[in-house]
């Protein structure tokens, strides 16, 4: 599990990781949510334009009829799957493919985000990284949201959100 706020480099890591396996010459997939089109359609894309080919998928469920013969799954944005993301991460760790998962662990509000909670209890390893706040400089762990939408899933970028460290998430 790779986790954090948004712009603390969790696809940057996602990334980082299945390139590394890919030097490793094991087979690897990675699955986004078919939902998340910011940068692109079919690419996990980090917010430093890092990219790397993946699949959209409208169900978590989908990720294991989809699976092919492979080492290592890349999971991006997970926190936008559905009830069942956990248990298909369960499913494919069981036939022994390493599993990486990377997701926003709270929402703008700083409450657990979906089902990540859920990924995090059964997480073998677990990688919390942050960003710096846009205020104060010091460390931040929550996305504030600098729109007045109050739904908890709303797409965006730079634009949308920012970095905030705890002093500052109620700042306005």
């Known amino acids: 599990m790779i986790c954090g706020s948004m712009f603390s480099g969790k ?29 692109n359609d079919t690419e996990v894309v980090s917010h430093d334009a890092n990219s790397i080919p993946s699949i959209p998928v ?14 290592v799954i890349g999971i991006d944005e997970a926190q936008f799957f559905d009830a069942e993301i956990t248990m298909v991460c369960e499913t494919l760790a069981s036939r022994g493919i390493r599993v990486i998962v990377a997701g926003l662990d709270m929402d703008y509000l700083g409450k657990p985000f979906g089902q990540m909670p859920n990924l995090l209890a059964v997480a073998d390893y ?37 970095p905030r460290c705890r002093k500052c998430m109620h700042e306005k």
């Open 58 to 71: 409208d169900h978590a469920q989908s990720i294991l009829l989809l699976a092919g013969d492979v080492d």
């Open 126 to 162: 677990i990688t919390k990284l942050h960003a710096i706040c846009m205020k104060c400089g010091n460390i931040a762990h929550v996305s504030f949201r600098k729109t007045a939408n109050e739904s908890q899933v709303l797409l965006g970028e730079k634009d949308t959100y920012e």
């Open 11 to 39: 696809t940057e890591e996602l990334i980082r990781r299945l390139k590394r396996a890919k030097i490793a010459n094991l087979k690897i997939e990675i699955y986004k949510p078919a939902i998340d089109t910011r940068y």
